[in-house]
């Protein structure tokens, strides 16, 4: 079993839809959670990150993080065809190396 | 500011060819690190750099070398390219290293590499 396991999907929503991607874990070490969107043929850029539980906002993005239950969350509000792209979750703790999910590609058609 | 720069973006080899893929950045980061990317598979690391002078193996090192040669650049070698090595490279930087913190990465465009 991976220490990071992600669906890897393709998710297939409709634009204007809430979108909810999601990563377990294993590891209890693991304290910073990382969210990375990957454009086609672009390498991963970080969107955003939490420090420990609870959730962080920025604009449409919603990161929510379950430290009890090892689940980690990523919501888009009104998605939109842009948001169209593979999601990759990351974490770190007691460890500097990130440790990579799969990946879940999510396609928004209009 | 470029960021995160690989060379080259594509590269076609034949089987037992060797080459060698260069990164450099220019965002003052300790640590550095190489990536592949397989469908299916995710971000693999090759090997690490936590800062100048060190090197580390990561999860599939077999078949590649690397060199740290100064705080900017990291490059890969394939010594005896085989068809199992096509895929994507990536190389990144890391705000942190061998030290508590989020370690957010900055990744290049990938270098996308065919073996025949």
């Known amino acids: 079993q991976k220490e990071v396991e992600q669906d890897p999907g393709p998710l297939s929503v409709p634009e204007g839809a809430i979108v909810s991607l999601n990563c377990t874990y294993s590891?209890?070490?693991?304290?910073?959670f990382m969210w990375y969107r990957q454009y086609s043929r672009k390498g991963p850029e970080l969107l955003m990150y939490?420090?420990?539980?609870g959730n962080k906002e920025d604009g449409r993005f919603t990161a929510q993080v379950d430290k009890s239950s090892k689940y980690i969350s990523l919501f888009i509000r009104d998605s939109q065809p842009s948001d169209s792209a593979t999601y990759l979750c990351a974490m770190t703790g007691g460890s500097y190396i990130p440790t990579f999910g799969r990946g879940t590609s999510l396609i928004v058609h209009p | 500011n470029a960021g995160v720069t690989q060379t080259p973006k594509f590269q076609v080899l034949k089987t037992g060819q060797s080459m060698t893929l260069q990164c450099a950045q220019d965002m003052n980061h300790n640590s550095m690190y190489w990536y592949r990317q397989d469908p299916g598979m995710g971000l693999r690391l090759i090997y690490y750099s936590a800062s100048e002078g060190t090197t580390d193996k990561g999860e599939v090192p077999n078949g590649y070398n690397v060199s740290r040669l100064n705080k900017r650049e990291f490059s890969l070698r394939l010594e005896s390219a085989a068809p199992s090595q096509t895929s994507v490279y990536f190389c990144?930087?890391?705000?942190?290293?061998?030290?508590?913190?989020?370690?957010?990465?900055?990744f290049g465009a990938g270098s996308r590499l065919t073996v025949l």
């Open positions: 590891n209890s070490a693991f304290q910073y």
């Open positions: 990144a930087t890391g705000d942190r290293g061998e030290s508590s913190g989020a370690n957010v990465l900055t």
């Open positions: 939490t420090y420990s539980s």
